[in-house]
């Protein structure tokens, strides 16, 4: 698998509510190899402080070397990420991690939740790609108010899918988790899930496929430092009683594997 260490020209800035950002980089080496549910480990200052890169997945490739990233300010490394402005350079290594694995002769459901949404949009464009027409498959988006959701359905619904949201507060779409939505929707026959969320919310769509018989895909998060399986900060328990680790076994697993401890 390829990786390459880029210093990313920023062409792009978007601020979708007070915390929640998007940016463009043109990074044509890691734009051109990487696959959905991969990350990327970025440098968000030149300085030496943070000292080290926070991983982020990506959010989509774009097709003329550029990628982005759509993220939440949550500490100092991704507050100085949402501040930087075009023109700027920053320095972009992967792509790293094991992605989703297309199956594109299944419909498909997509789940994204909060931040989990951010990979699901690479997803769905290269599922959608592949398979042509998606006219049956379904993405379901969560968050807790508009701002979180509502910005990025537009971007789901050019390739065709059908898009349902929900908040928490019901700002947007229906009130509840977004996990609430696979009770009231139609499950495509044969049909494959693939998601992305908090831990409490992978857990309940592994249970929920577990109980259908239905194949599930799951991106998890985690704390890391190197991305490339040298720290083993990021590793986390199996079903079968031994350890993975997200950053070179992941982030995308069976739901099925994975032991869920909360």
């Not at 990313?8 to 978007?14: D, H, K, N």
């Not at 042509?132 to 899918?161: H, M, N, Q, T, W």
């Not at 509840?176 to 992305?196: D, H, K, M, R, W």
Request: with cysteine; glycine share 12%.
């Amino acid at each position: 698998m390829s990786q390459y260490q880029e210093n990313a020209t920023v062409t792009r800035v978007e601020q979708f509510s007070a915390t929640n950002y998007r940016i463009t980089l043109n990074c044509p080496e890691i734009a051109g190899c990487a696959e959905p549910g991969q990350f990327v480990m970025v440098r968000t200052t030149t300085s030496k402080d943070p000292l080290l890169r926070r991983p982020f997945s990506i959010h989509q490739c774009l097709g003329d070397g550029s990628l982005q990233l759509y993220f939440k300010v949550v500490g100092r490394g991704t507050d100085l990420l949402s501040k930087v402005s075009p023109g700027e350079k920053i320095s972009v290594f992967g792509p790293l991690g094991r992605g989703y694995r297309l199956n594109s002769t299944k419909p498909a459901i997509f789940v994204g939740g909060g931040m989990g949404i951010a990979p699901l949009l690479f997803l769905v464009k290269e599922y959608c790609r592949l398979k042509k027409e998606c006219g049956e498959d379904i993405v379901l988006l969560g968050g807790r108010d508009k701002s979180e959701v509502a910005p990025l359905v537009d971007d789901f619904e050019v390739y065709g899918p059908s898009v349902v949201a929900s908040t928490d507060d019901g700002s947007f779409g229906q009130q509840g988790f977004v996990t609430e939505l696979l009770q009231n929707i139609a499950l495509p026959p044969s049909c494959v899930l693939y998601g992305c969320g908090p831990e409490p919310m992978l857990k309940a769509l592994g249970a929920f496929c577990r109980d259908r018989n239905i194949e599930c895909q799951v991106s998890v998060e985690s704390v890391m430092a190197c991305g490339m399986g040298a720290c083993l900060g990021c590793s986390r328990p199996a079903k079968d009683g031994t350890y993975t680790h997200v950053c070179v076994h992941g982030p995308v697993f069976d739901a099925e594997k994975l032991a869920w401890n909360i």
